[in-house]
């Protein structure tokens, strides 16, 4: 069991940035390929950027390549997702996911959109850019 804790949201204006932080539970962080997901009024859940268990491969939405960047620091149980540029576009309740390693699977960029694929979820946290 993984428990997940959403931080970092706020009101910013747009062009400016902020950093989401997502503090995990249990002892085996680095077994949770880690997601970050954003879901506005109205609309579907969306994938927002994805980092696998070492940290060593990342994936990123269209719509956010090159403003936005996902890290994280297995000695701290942390998954963060720095937001830089901000646009009105960007405003959601941004969640954590974590998905455990299965060595059946093939891992591949797709996978980590799709939200069902995830076994843990965050409570999420409010992200409003203002214009």
């Known amino acids: 069991q993984v428990q997940l804790v959403e931080s970092g949201g706020g009101l910013v204006q747009a062009g400016g940035s902020l950093r989401l932080s997502c503090a995990a539970s249990?002892?085996?962080?680095?077994?949770?390929?880690m997601g970050w997901f954003r879901q506005a009024p109205g609309k579907e859940r969306e994938f927002v950027a994805a980092?696998?268990?070492?940290?060593?491969?990342?994936y990123y939405a269209d719509s956010v390549k090159g403003r936005f960047t996902i890290s994280r620091d297995n000695a701290k149980n942390t998954v963060y997702l720095q937001m830089n540029s901000l646009k009105p576009e960007d405003t959601a309740v941004y969640y954590c996911?974590?998905?455990?390693?299965?060595?059946?699977?093939?891992?591949?960029?797709?996978?980590?959109?799709?939200?069902?694929?995830?076994?843990?979820w965050g409570q999420g946290t409010q992200v409003t850019v203002s214009s």
């Open positions: 996911a974590a998905d455990a390693l299965d060595y059946s699977i093939n891992y591949n960029s797709r996978y980590f959109r799709i939200p069902s694929n995830y076994d843990y």
């Open positions: 249990g002892r085996t962080f680095n077994n949770y390929a």
């Open positions: 980092i696998s268990w070492s940290g060593g491969s990342t």
